[in-house]
């Protein structure tokens, strides 16, 4: 715990991740920009608004940012991630969603906030967790956001 006074601390957040498969058990995952995480790649998923149920969030967060509509199913895992360096903590509630379309694809909706999505197999996204320390080679433009090494710690199949 801080020694410092309770009103000086900063207040931790909640975020909401969306796991959206496609029929091949991929999941969508695109490259943060411009936010706490900025290069690392994540799921679909922002901040729970007020008085949002954290489905709604999932399945809003996911339209906002790839134009996919998504049914949420189920609750999935809950995250706590510190972000030490950034003096910012979120608890994440990870979502598990299917796709209204399946015909539809992902796109950049938010350009200054995401670099692209991509469809990842969840054992190739495991594999790229077992290698966050690596500088150089095939990892090296792979780091994971905190929450998402998180969930495969959690969760290892999906």
Request: hydrophobic fraction near 35%; aromatic fraction near 8%.
């Amino acid at each position: 715990m801080s020694t410092q006074p309770a009103q000086e601390l900063p207040h931790p957040r909640v975020g909401v991740a969306a796991i959206v498969r496609n029929e091949k058990g991929e999941v969508i995952l695109g490259k943060r920009m411009g936010s706490h995480g900025s290069g690392s790649w994540a799921l679909p998923g922002g901040h729970l608004e007020f008085g949002e149920t954290y489905f709604a969030c999932a399945e809003r967060e996911t339209l906002e940012e790839t134009g996919l509509e998504v049914r949420a199913l189920k609750l999935v895992t809950v995250t706590d991630d510190v972000f030490e360096d950034l003096g910012k903590h979120y608890i994440t509630i990870f979502v598990l969603c299917e796709r209204k379309d399946t015909t539809k694809e992902p796109e950049v909706l938010e350009p200054e906030k995401c670099e692209s999505w991509h469809w990842i197999n969840w054992d190739e996204l495991r594999s790229w967790g077992e290698h966050q320390q690596d500088t150089e080679g095939d990892y090296a433009d792979k780091k994971l956001f905190l929450p998402m090494i998180h969930l495969i710690q959690q969760c290892p199949d999906i």
